[in-house]
C-alpha cells in the first residue's frame, strides 16, 4: 500500500515513550498539533521496582487518566522506611499526605496505560522502532529515518525523550554534564511461601553507597545497591558473589532479603545526576531525563517526566504558532532553575551521612557549592 504524504509528515516527532515523551505527545496532540511518538520498546523491565509518590493523583487525574490507573491495580505503598545518617530505622508513612497511599508500579501497565492515551488522543505511535538516521536539513525540517515499514518521515520540530543516555542535539555542540557516575545494581528475590509483605520501600546507606528495596505487584522483593561505577568495579559489586556479600552486611535490608535471587542473574543500570548544556535548539528539545536526570533518591521522577512533558507541550505549541525562540528558551531556564533546585536538595541530603569519613563514595557527595560548580 502507498504511504500518504500526509503520513509521514508532522509538525512534531517525540523520540522515546517513557513517561516525559508520551506526556509531551499526549499535550501536544490536546492542542491540534500533528504527533508521531517512535518507542524503541514498551517493555521496561530494566524499570522495575520503581515506586510513586501519592503526589502522581492530581498530575494524573488531570490527564484524565486517574480511573485508568486504578483499574490497572497496582500494588499499593504505605511509606518509606530509612536508616540514613545513623543506624536508627525511621518511617514517613503516606496516610499524612492529602492523597492517600503511594504506589509500587507494575511499569508495564503503566507505560501501557500512557501510550494508550496517547493513541486515543490522535497521537501516531510507532513501536519497536528505532531511528536510524536524524538528520536536519537546510530548510529547519527534520528527517527522521526508521528501521521497518513508514522508514522515513519528516518533522518541523523534534522532541528528544530517549532518556539519560542522551547526548543531545547532534547538529549542535551539547554536552551531557554529570554529577556523579551513580549506577544501579538490581537483583530480584523470589519470597519464601507463605511469607508476608511489608508495603514500605526502604533505602539503608552503607559505607560503599546504599540499598534500595521495595516489593512490586509480581509478588517478589526487587533490591537495588547503588554506588559508583568504578566502586562497584573495584570491590566486586557487579558480580553476585560481590553483590551478595554486601547485602548480607546490611542491618535491615537482609532481614527482608532471605530469598532466592531469580534467575541468578544482576542488572546494571544508570543513575547518575546529569544535565545538558543545551537543552532546546532550532525546532529541537529535550525533555524528561534526556534534559535533565536526578538521583532515584529523590524518587520524583516519573511526576517530573509528566510535568515536565506538559511544559514541553505548552513551550512548543507557542514556537510552532509565533515562531519565537522565547518560548523555548523560557522552558530551558525553567528546567535549569529545577535542576539548581534539585541540586542543592541532593546535596544537604547526602551531607546528612558523616559516618564514613574515609569513604570515596561520601566523600565525592559532600560539596557545599555544586549547584553553582555545575550549571555557572
Excluded at 490522535?122 to 530548510?139: D, E, M, P
Excluded at 533518591?297 to 516519573?302: H, K, P, T
Aim: glycine share 10%.
Amino acid at each position: 500500500m502507498k504511504t500518504s504524504y500526509s503520513d509521514v509528515n508532522f509538525d512534531v516527532v517525540v523520540i522515546g515513550g517513557g513517561p516525559a515523551g508520551v506526556s509531551s505527545a499526549l499535550q501536544l496532540a490536546k492542542r491540534g498539533v500533528s504527533v508521531a511518538l517512535v518507542e524503541r520498546s514498551l517493555e521496561q523491565e530494566g524499570r522495575m521496582g520503581e515506586t510513586i509518590h501519592p503526589t502522581i493523583k492530581p498530575y494524573l487525574q488531570n490527564m484524565g487518566l486517574w480511573e485508568r490507573f486504578c483499574l490497572d491495580q497496582h500494588l499499593p505503598s504505605y511509606g518509606n522506611r530509612s536508616a540514613w545518617g545513623d543506624c536508627l530505622l525511621k518511617e514517613t508513612q503516606f496516610i499524612f499526605t492529602p492523597y492517600g497511599t503511594g504506589w509500587h508500579l507494575n511499569r508495564d501497565k503503566f507505560d501501557m496505560m500512557l501510550t494508550d492515551s496517547a493513541k486515543q488522543a490522535g497521537v501516531r505511535v510507532f513501536t519497536g522502532r528505532i531511528v536510524r538516521l536524524l538528520h536536519k536539513c537546510s530548510s529547519g525540517r527534520w528527517l527522521i529515518q526508521l528501521n521497518g515499514e513508514y522508514e522515513t518521515m519528516s518533522a518541523r520540530m523534534v522532541i528528544d525523550a530517549t532518556g539519560r543516555t542522551s547526548k543531545g542535539d547532534s547538529s549542535s555542540r551539547t554536552q551531557r554534564m554529570r554529577v556523579d557516575n551513580l549506577i544501579g545494581i538490581r537483583g530480584i528475590m523470589s519470597i519464601k511461601p507463605g511469607m508476608l509483605r511489608d508495603l514500605y520501600t526502604l533505602t539503608e546507606s552503607v559505607e560503599d553507597g546504599w540499598w534500595y528495596s521495595a516489593f512490586v505487584p509480581s509478588g517478589q522483593l526487587v533490591i537495588y545497591f547503588f554506588t559508583d561505577a568504578d566502586i562497584a568495579k573495584d570491590k566486586g559489586y557487579l558480580s553476585i558473589e560481590g553483590w551478595t556479600s554486601g547485602l548480607q552486611k546490611t542491618l535491615y535490608t537482609k532481614l527482608r532479603s532471605s530469598f532466592c535471587l531469580t534467575g541468578g542473574k544482576l542488572k546494571i543500570r544508570t543513575a547518575a545526576s546529569s544535565c545538558l548544556t543545551k537543552i532546546v535548539d532550532e525546532n529541537w528539545l529535550a525533555v524528561g531525563d534526556a534534559a535533565c536526570a536526578f538521583d532515584p533518591l529523590s524518587s520524583f521522577g516519573i511526576q517530573k517526566g509528566l510535568n515536565m512533558g506538559e511544559k514541553a507541550a505548552l513551550a512548543v505549541t507557542d514556537y510552532l504558532q509565533s515562531g519565537s525562540f522565547s518560548f523555548l528558551q523560557k522552558y530551558e531556564n525553567d528546567v535549569r532553575r529545577s535542576y539548581r533546585d534539585y541540586l542543592v536538595q541532593w546535596t544537604k541530603y547526602y551531607s546528612m551521612e558523616q559516618r564514613w569519613g574515609n569513604s570515596k563514595f561520601w566523600e565525592r557527595r559532600h560539596y557545599s557549592d555544586l549547584s553553582n560548580e555545575i550549571l555557572d
